[in-house]
């Protein structure tokens, strides 16, 4: 399968704080990216989709001027968390789409973000 | 808005069950369907992909099945073993580039 990678996978942060999160696709060109957050015991749930070069589309209930997303090159998105607070502890996932047969969808390893 | 549930929420069996995960969904319209994998603290596995013409897929010792008209899927695990022990969930996608809806989730604990 597609090869997906996020950085950093772990990241403890004061309250406040600024978080920039990374996701690559190593051996495809992602179109669309996906970002996801998943409390605990939860499922996946959608934040928001930006397609290269684009201004992300973000789901009902999140905001757009917290969770920044740049999507500016077809192997990298970024999600950036601004001014975190406690409750943006969650796992952050991307799923970058595109140019793989049969929209088979990958995952990136995902990055656990807690803030104090 | 398409709406999936996973049937039962956890499952405990002793190794070498044959088991059954069912998934539903409430729109039958569907582009395809995916099972993943998810251990603790982990991202996703792409376990199976089936289209929305196929009836099943399978890989090694799964099995997933596909009944769009009736909105349900069966993931099927022969012979389970320990590390089976994971989160399964299933995924439906609505339109070739539209996003995957998840459910819940079965967590299953397979014991040695």
């Known amino acids: 399968g597609a090869v997906v990678s996020q950085h950093p996978s772990r990241v403890i942060c004061k309250s406040g704080t600024s978080v920039k999160i990374e996701c690559r696709s190593l051996?495809?060109?992602?179109?669309?990216m996906f970002w996801y957050r998943q409390f605990p015991k939860q499922s996946l749930m959608l934040m928001a989709t930006?397609?290269?070069?684009?201004?992300?589309?973000?789901e009902q209930g999140v905001e757009k001027d917290k969770f920044l997303i740049n999507h500016a090159s077809l192997t990298l998105s970024t999600l950036t968390v601004t001014s975190a607070h406690p409750e943006d502890s969650s796992f952050y996932i991307c799923s970058p789409l595109g140019g793989v047969a049969d929209n088979e969808q990958f995952f990136g390893p995902g990055t656990r973000l807690t803030v104090l | 808005k398409q709406e999936v549930t996973q049937i039962p929420a956890a499952l405990s069996v002793p190794e070498g069950e044959n088991l059954v995960l069912n998934c539903s969904f409430t729109?039958?319209?569907?582009?395809?369907l995916q099972w993943f994998r998810q251990d603790p603290g982990k991202g996703l596995t792409s376990l199976l992909l089936?289209?929305?013409?196929?009836r099943e897929q399978t890989s090694g010792r799964l099995n997933a099945s596909l009944d769009k008209s009736s909105g349900r899927s069966t993931l099927y695990i022969a012979a389970s073993q320990p590390g089976d022990s994971a989160t399964y969930l299933c995924?439906?996608?609505?339109?070739?580039?539209?996003?995957?809806?998840f459910g819940k989730g079965t967590m299953l604990l397979v014991s040695p």
């Open positions: 729109d039958s319209a569907i582009y395809n």
């Open positions: 089936i289209q929305s013409s196929q």
């Open positions: 930006s397609n290269e070069g684009s201004k992300a589309t973000y």
């Open positions: 051996d495809f060109q992602a179109t669309t």
């Open positions: 995924a439906v996608r609505n339109s070739g580039y539209s996003t995957l809806t």
